[in-house]
């Protein structure tokens, strides 16, 4: 008996699955820095200070270049600082994003900065860990969360871009303070360790039947978040005081343990006339992050 063998050839290049990726940038452009200067010159003082950037909870680094500085000269190009950066970024298993300042140098008075940024985007895009090259627009700059004195602010802040379907953050410090965004790592590293969880979330409308809470000023923002196989709850008290919150669900979000993201712990919810119903106490500019599994539907 003859049996035969066939061999299936697939043409082109085999599609691996993407891996889930949510960016959580922080803003640096070098040991010392003060934005929108870039300084490199101590390397040791980098690296130590990129892998302080990992080990905190980010996953991505945003730096930024002026094209005053990066072409001084029609043509002339001032890049390697940058290059250098970049390098000891992705060393560290880090993403980046380069930002270009669009102030235009001497010689381009009346010019447009689309060759530069293209230039720079093919140029700085050779190594795999830079993510993309954008020039600097209003849009882009409200997207970022500065960090002052009060850390609690923007981890509040943080939530609520979340809240609203943002699947890309970052963190800038006003006086260029690394140690500043740091301890932000314990709270940015919820989503940066589970990519797979926030990447697909959405808002979803409806679900909250009422909220109520202590105090005056706005009440507490409760916002749901969905995806095939999870359901988020991120309330948000942006008050300046504590509130202690009264939030009436929908019957059809479960009543089931719900965990707390940020702590670990578990949180019941008691059956309530119109469904669900959850108390919680908030801090001063507080939030709190609940997650539970479900089917896939």
């Not at 200067?37 to 980098?46: E, G, K, P, Q, S």
């Not at 880090?94 to 940024?117: H, I, T």
């Amino acid at each position: 008996m003859l049996v035969a063998l066939g061999i299936l050839l697939v043409q082109g290049p085999v599609q691996m699955p993407v891996e889930p990726f949510v960016e959580v940038g922080v803003w640096y452009g070098g040991h010392g820095a003060m934005p929108p200067a870039t300084a490199t010159a101590d390397v040791n003082a980098l690296r130590l200070d990129v892998e302080a950037i990992r080990r905190a909870g980010f996953n991505t680094v945003v730096t930024w270049v002026r094209w005053s500085e990066a072409e001084p000269k029609k043509g002339i190009y001032a890049l390697a600082a940058t290059e250098r950066l970049i390098a000891a970024i992705a060393l560290a298993d880090l993403k980046v994003v380069v930002v270009v300042y669009p102030d235009r140098p001497e010689w381009a008075a009346g010019s447009s900065v689309a060759p530069f940024l293209e230039y720079a985007s093919r140029r700085l895009s050779i190594n795999p860990a830079v993510l993309r090259v954008v020039a600097e627009t209003p849009e882009l700059a409200e997207t970022r969360i500065e960090v002052g004195a009060s850390a609690p602010a923007a981890r509040l802040a943080m939530w609520a871009a979340v809240a609203s379907g943002a699947r890309t953050l970052s963190f800038i410090s006003s006086d260029g303070a690394l140690p500043r965004l740091l301890p932000l790592g314990e709270t940015v590293g919820v989503i940066t360790r589970n990519p797979a969880l926030f990447a697909p979330l959405r808002p979803r409308t409806g679900g909250v039947v009422s909220v109520s809470s202590t105090g005056g000023g706005a009440p507490v923002d409760v916002k749901l978040l969905e995806s095939t196989d999870a359901i988020m709850i991120i309330g948000l008290n942006h008050a300046p005081g504590p509130r202690t919150a009264t939030i009436t669900f929908e019957p059809e979000i479960p009543e089931a343990i719900w965990q707390n993201l940020e702590t670990g712990t578990s949180v019941n919810f008691v059956m309530g006339r119109s469904g669900p119903v959850l108390e919680h106490t908030f801090a001063p500019r507080d939030a709190l992050v609940l997650m539970i599994r479900k089917r896939l539907r």
